[in-house]
């Protein structure tokens, strides 16, 4: 099967990566500058920040944007002492927008990144103009279980710390390019295995759907891949009854890493929500 991805080449909008202590840990983010308001990516449960690249460097067309790593990823902090749970992610998160003094940024999550933007909408994050939640797990207690199984991860992380290529990471992920295929090999070993195997827990037993009801008046878009299966229809319409106002944006023929199976499906999405395009 081939891959729909379409990459657009653009200039180089990565201005620096860089480091700040907030919520008493060392978080690292890349900041890919652009013309216009601040836009937070929270990437999800095995993408460090560079992986996240080529979508930064399209969205720095229209924002100054910065792709955090989320703790336990990256070069930001990980270790045996560290709590990897949703509250402790989403408090990192609040944290960081506060250190950084980043005034009603637009906020994109993907997957855990979009459980984490959920959770911080309710322990005092810095409101923002509009939040867009990128097909998030939604399988708590009482509910279907997460459709990618554990070993997926944990499999693939184990080959990345021996060391593997573009081509050995391409039997985890058939359909990616060989440029997205050799960024997943050089940084998936920096992803630590509690840190995920936590964060995979926490996908089943802590129930998003209640996180929902605390957005208020924010703006805020749920995209779903038509092809992921990880939120359905039924899901749809339970988040959309928790938060009326909810805009669902639907991307049909990708899987649930949207921007790496139809990369151009995923601008016009957010573009429709945001006013733009891409």
């Not at 960024?183 to 920096?190: D, E, F, N, V």
């Not at 509690?194 to 802590?206: C, I, K, L, N, P």
């Amino acid at each position: 099967m081939m891959s729909m991805n379409k990459t657009v080449e653009l200039p180089s909008r990565l201005s620096y990566g860089a480091h700040v202590h907030a919520n008493g840990i060392r978080q690292h983010y890349l900041r890919y500058a652009g013309p216009g308001p601040a836009l937070v990516l929270v990437p999800g449960i095995t993408s460090p920040a560079p992986t996240w690249g080529f979508v930064a460097e399209r969205l720095a067309l229209h924002f100054d944007v910065y792709v955090l790593d989320v703790r336990g990823r990256g070069l930001s902090q990980s270790g045996a002492d560290l709590d990897y749970g949703v509250n402790a992610c989403a408090d990192d998160l609040c944290e960081f927008v506060r250190e950084l003094a980043l005034e009603s940024p637009i906020y994109v999550g993907h997957s855990m990144g979009a459980r984490i933007l959920l959770r911080a909408a309710s322990r005092g994050l810095t409101k923002g103009a509009a939040m867009v939640l990128v097909d998030p797990p939604v399988s708590g207690p009482g509910r279907r279980p997460y459709p990618s199984n554990i070993a997926w991860y944990t499999d693939s992380i184990a080959q990345a710390q021996k060391g593997m290529n573009a081509e050995q990471m391409r039997q985890f992920c058939p359909t990616w390019t060989p440029e997205q295929l050799a960024l997943r090999a050089q940084w998936l070993h920096t992803c630590d295995v509690r840190a995920v195997t936590d964060s995979y827990e926490w996908f089943h037993t802590d129930d998003a759907f209640p996180d929902f009801s605390q957005l208020n008046d924010w703006k805020v878009a749920l995209m779903v891949a038509g092809k992921g299966d990880v939120i359905r229809d039924e899901d749809s319409k339970e988040a959309q009854s928790l938060k009326p106002d909810l805009q669902v944006l639907r991307v049909p023929g990708a899987g649930h890493m949207i921007p790496w199976d139809d990369e151009e499906g995923f601008y016009r999405a957010l573009g429709t929500f945001l006013g733009l395009t891409f």
